[in-house]
């Protein structure tokens, strides 16, 4: 590469972050928050150490921009697109320290901004998200450290990105063994572990990481029960979960960019083992953390498609670094062609999701079209602070909103913007059961949500003395109904069934 040629490519890759910042900017605000956010955003409301679900991060980052901007869809997400251009910035510098060729810099960028996992998952606020940067940030560091021979108290700060990746998730965790992996596969760096500096590291990452365990400890360890037993119900590795893992990859990564990932995972390997120390820099952080979560997922009923996402961010600087090589040295079309193609396809998916979110054009039944969480829940919100006005007057008691699922609840509770005491009563654990205290509920009247997802009526869920439909409130998309809300109206609670 010429200096000329990491100019222009580093300016293509300036662009490329911007372009999609600016994308981000104009459509994340006008759209409602999706499930997983609006109970995050619940999080928020309720600043703690940490939470059932998830460590703390997302909720202190939501709760940040919110005070700054206000409670809504647009400022819940600005943290998401800030860390995306951190996350670009981050590539870059991964791509120029490692082969000082902008190219693969850019072609990264654009990758990782094109995997629908990644550039579908942009418009919302997650804690994947945070993760991703520290991880990535971590294995920059550590490049600099082990290869550079920076000081000692380097690996002070890798302790601190290590502690602030697991305050986002717990996947944080991986990086541990993967460095030590790293560091014990090249006489060189072996050294360190004659040093107390990487030692300490995990000492000063567990100080970071002290409020989840403080959490914990103060509530009986229910997350650390939560993740590593109490959802994996059926345990057990079936051909029912090889199918959800290979379909999920391949939707959340696209086909093409898939097979390409895993072969620069594999191409990546065979250079580490000729002694390519930046490629077993890669490979250490990405193949172990694949490996586990194929197993994690082949395992568990439970997983999701997003688990492996982690392993897949040095394995995009691979592809890009492993494809243009075949490309300079001989010139090859079909690296380049395959490239294209697989370009071409996750663009092309990434354009119609986009085009479907705000004009459905997919024949996707409304009961199973993730979009759909996005839309409806302001009307519910209206209606059901009206109602709640009107019986308050009537009764001279002010009601509370109730619902059976963390999804009902927390859409419910921001779209009434916290004004309405919410209240989430079912017999599984989550967030809500850390706030809720029934006792202080029974005797009071309720409005309850309902809708075609979790349609369970009132009276099979809950103990009142009379159940009344209020109201119907329908969400048409595309010509069709996609939504059905209901609002009840529910005399003296008296407990669950």
Not at 46 to 66: K, N
Not at 375 to 394: C, K, S
Not at 485 to 494: C, M, P
Request: aromatic share 16%; net charge neutral; proline share 5%.
């Amino acid at each position: 590469m010429t200096t000329e040629q990491n100019r222009r490519f580093t300016r293509y890759s300036a662009l490329t972050v911007a372009g999609f910042a600016v994308f981000r900017l104009m459509v994340m605000g006008r759209a409602g928050l999706g499930d997983s956010e609006s109970y995050y955003w619940a999080w928020s409301q309720r600043l703690d150490l940490s939470y059932f679900d998830h460590p703390p991060m997302v909720a202190w980052l939501i709760r940040l921009f919110t005070d700054m901007g206000g409670d809504s869809s647009f400022w819940t997400r600005m943290p998401s697109v800030l860390l995306f251009i951190v996350i670009g910035w981050l590539f870059y510098r991964l791509a120029m320290d490692l082969f000082n060729d902008a190219r693969v810099a850019f072609l990264s960028i654009l990758t990782f901004n094109l995997i629908p996992m990644f550039g579908i998952g942009a418009l919302q606020m997650v804690p994947d998200i945070p993760s991703a940067v520290f991880y990535l940030l971590f294995i920059l560091l550590a490049w600099r450290l082990l290869e550079r021979g920076g000081p000692g108290w380097m690996w002070y700060v890798l302790g601190v990105v290590m502690g602030l990746g697991a305050l986002s998730k717990y996947f944080a965790v991986l990086l541990l063994p993967c460095v030590v992996m790293l560091a014990a596969m090249v006489p060189e760096y072996r050294r360190w572990f004659l040093r107390p500096e990487p030692y300490l590291m995990g000492v000063v990452a567990l100080i970071v990481f002290s409020p989840v365990l403080i959490w914990n400890v103060q509530h009986d360890f229910p997350s650390f029960k939560f993740h590593l037993s109490t959802r994996h119900t059926h345990p057990g590795i079936s051909w029912d979960n090889f199918g959800q893992l290979v379909g999920g990859q391949l939707l959340y990564v696209s086909p093409l960019y898939l097979i390409g990932l895993l072969w620069a995972v594999y191409a990546g390997a065979r250079k580490a083992l000729a002694v390519d120390r930046r490629y077993l820099l890669l490979v250490s952080f990405s193949a172990p953390t694949l490996v586990f979560f194929y197993a994690v997922c082949l395992w568990t009923n439970d997983s999701e498609p997003h688990w492996p996402a982690f392993g897949y961010l040095s394995a995009i600087v691979m592809m890009a670094s492993l494809g243009l090589e075949k490309w300079d040295a001989a010139r090859s079309r079909a690296a380049r062609n395959y490239f294209a193609a697989a370009t071409a396809l996750a663009s092309a998916l990434f354009v119609l999701f986009y085009i479907h979110l705000f004009h459905p054009i997919l024949p996707i039944k409304p009961k199973y079209d993730i979009v759909n969480e996005l839309y409806g829940w302001d009307a519910v919100g209206a209606e059901a602070e009206e109602l709640a006005a009107a019986m308050e007057r009537d009764s001279g008691r002010k009601p509370f909103l109730l619902a059976h699922h963390w999804v009902l609840c927390s859409q419910a509770n921001f779209a009434t913007g916290g004004r309405l005491e919410v209240a989430c009563l079912n017999g599984k654990v989550d967030q809500f059961d850390f706030w809720d205290d029934e006792n202080k509920l029974l005797g009071r009247d309720a409005i309850v949500v309902t809708d075609l997802r979790f349609e369970e009526t009132p009276d099979t869920l809950y103990r009142f003395d009379k159940v009344i439909k209020l109201r119907e409130i329908p969400f048409e998309r595309g010509g069709q109904i996609t939504r059905l809300f209901t609002l009840w109206e529910g005399k003296n609670y008296r407990g669950q069934r």
